[in-house]
């Protein structure tokens, strides 16, 4: 089903990861992928894992919910890892057609997919333990400065907040319209890729008509609840930073130092 | 014949995430060609879920749907074919138009099922005929219709591909008096000419009493009632207490019984009740 599609999903839960602010955790994943794209020896490598595994033992987020998190991803993933096996120069493992495997080539093709799914899934693992209210909402604040040279700080976290909010909204949609076209004998999952791509068409035209449907009909019941952009709008609930929160921001510098010092020492 | 069996149908909707959720619990029914039936309940009792069954878009965690004894689920053109055979309109399927006019949007199913032109042609006036969606709005963009013809329009596609069972889900929620009185009257014709089976889903108590020859209760995932509608209007606690109501006329009927007027307890529509007041007429104190 559509619906299990695991898309900036929030699972909710209160463990110290879940109740981290916001803009640590946001401040935290950066941190993370410097320390990651840092890292490119193993031990550096198996630092930043680590600290991700640990991360997600605290979070108590299932290891294969993150697994999972990977699918859409897997041809890119599968793609790198042939051009890095293949060709990348080295000591020759062995020959077979036109194809040779070096151990430069094992050992960078390895290196890559560990990153991108460690990247992948720390990104997924502020998805899954923040709401999508507290995300934007830490956004909002980090970005905040930027309201100096008038960026649009405000209206843009508002719009990411209304966005994600309707995406189960409009997948389920998506679900229902499909099935009432199952239902007259509507066929998505055979034939050719014009066939399928005709077939779709059916769906995005009442989905898009509902789509605008609810934009309009939010768009008045903001209004009818006088929303007039940012100026002046405050909080139901504010953020504070806990000593927690410097204590993990204080963990991931460190985390970040150690893996410059490793990649440093050749490690 | 198109006989519907259902054989302990469970459901479970994203099984092995943290939103598990059981929607149907050991669900075994029985629907013989031709009977109109009606399944009630609240509000999340799986009314929605257990018709979804029925034409093989939701395929049962555990259990068995047949069609005429085959299982519906035995290969992709048996599930195919069902669909023609088991037409589905759903919840407010007036969202779910999409072609440029409505002539081209009922002849959606027909297409899908292989006829020809002319054989399209002629169901597709079968099947406004029958929704009730007069020909002079063929040409139009169902876009620019008012919510009562669009969801006519929406039940006049699948109507169109002539099944033998014809499932509606909630048809009349959200549509005024007069709309909502057509559109049983059309689906009501519908049976009486079709000989089909109609499955109508449907929280309203009078609209079943007065519709349908067999109630099936839905509550928590399970068939709490099953029977005719005299069986199952004389238990009114019990449909209370499933967070159901009982028809006016049986509510009006209760009242002059607690109030010693001797009326019999099988009453479940108006004009049968109003039928048996009559016939008192002459008796009485005076
Ligand atoms: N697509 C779905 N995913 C997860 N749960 C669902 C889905 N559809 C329905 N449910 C749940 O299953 C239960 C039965 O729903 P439904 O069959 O729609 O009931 P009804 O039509 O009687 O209101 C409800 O608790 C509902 O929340
Ligand atoms: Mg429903």
């Known amino acids: ?267 | 014949m198109a006989d519907i069996r259902l054989e302990s149908l469970r459901h479970v909707y994203s099984r092995g995430t943290p939103f598990e959720k059981t929607a149907l619990d050991d669900v075994s029914l029985d629907i013989p060609s031709g009977q109109y039936v009606a399944i009630l309940g609240h509000t999340g009792s799986g009314k929605s879920t257990l018709i979804q069954h029925l034409n093989g878009l939701l395929a049962p965690t555990s259990g068995r749907v047949l069609f005429d004894g085959e299982d519906i689920h035995r290969s992709k053109e048996a599930l195919r074919d069902i669909r023609f055979r088991v037409g589905l309109v759903f919840q407010y399927p007036e969202y779910q138009l999409f072609e440029e006019t409505v002539y081209r949007d009922i002849a959606f199913g027909p297409k899908n099922m292989g006829l020809s032109e002319s054989e399209i042609d002629e169901h597709v006036r079968l099947g406004a005929r029958f929704a009730g969606v007069d020909e002079s709005l063929f040409s139009l963009s169902p876009l620019e219709l008012s919510g009562g013809q669009k969801r006519r329009i929406a039940i006049a596609g699948v109507m169109a591909m002539e099944p033998d069972v014809l499932v509606l889900d909630e048809p009349i929620a959200g549509l005024d008096p007069a709309g909502c009185r057509a559109l049983l009257k059309n689906i009501k014709e519908y049976h009486r000419s079709t000989h089909g089976t109609v499955i109508l889903v449907t929280h309203d108590m009078d609209v079943a009493a007065s519709e349908a020859q067999r109630l099936v209760v839905m509550n928590k995932g399970a068939v709490a009632l099953d029977g005719t509608p005299a069986e199952i209007f004389s238990r009114p606690t019990e449909l209370r207490s499933m967070g159901l109501d009982i028809p006016d006329a049986t509510a009006l009927a209760q009242a002059l019984r607690e109030r010693g007027v001797e009326i019999p307890e099988s009453i479940y529509t108006p004009r049968f009740l109003a039928g048996v007041l009559l016939s008192r007429n002459g008796e009485g104190p005076c």
């Open chain 1, 1 to 267: 089903m559509l619906k299990d599609i695991t898309l900036g999903q929030y699972f909710p839960g209160d463990t110290p990861v879940h109740r981290l602010d916001p803009r640590t955790k946001l401040v935290c994943v950066i941190l993370y992928f410097i320390a990651l794209f840092t890292a490119n020896g193993p031990c550096s490598v198996g630092l930043v894992f680590l600290t991700l595994a640990f991360a997600v033992g605290i979070s108590r987020i299932r290891p294969g919910a993150l697994v999972k998190g990977m699918k859409p991803l897997l041809f890119i993933v599968i793609f790198t890892a042939i051009l890095n096996l293949f060709f990348t120069e080295g000591e020759v493992l062995f020959r077979w057609w036109i194809f040779r495997v070096t151990d430069q080539g094992v050992y960078r093709t390895v290196l890559m997919v560990l990153r991108i799914f460690l990247l992948v899934s720390s990104t997924f693992l502020l998805t899954y333990t923040t709401s999508p209210l507290q995300l934007t909402d830490g956004m909002e604040r980090l970005l905040a400065p930027l309201k100096k040279v008038r960026f649009p700080v405000h209206e843009l976290s508002m719009m990411m907040s209304i966005a994600l909010r309707f995406i189960p909204t409009l997948i389920e949609e998506t679900d229902k319209i499909m099935s009432a076209q199952k239902a007259r004998g509507a066929d998505f999952d055979t034939g050719g890729l014009a066939k399928r791509a005709k077939a779709l068409l059916p769906i995005l035209v009442p989905l898009f008509v509902s789509a605008f449907r609810r934009a309009d009909e939010l768009a008045t019941a903001m209004e009818c609840r006088c929303y007039h952009g940012g100026e002046g709008r405050t909080r139901m609930k504010t953020l504070k930073m806990g000593v927690g929160d410097y204590l993990t921001l204080l963990l991931y510098c460190l985390v970040v130092a150690g893996a410059i010092v490793l990649v440093r020492l050749g490690l």
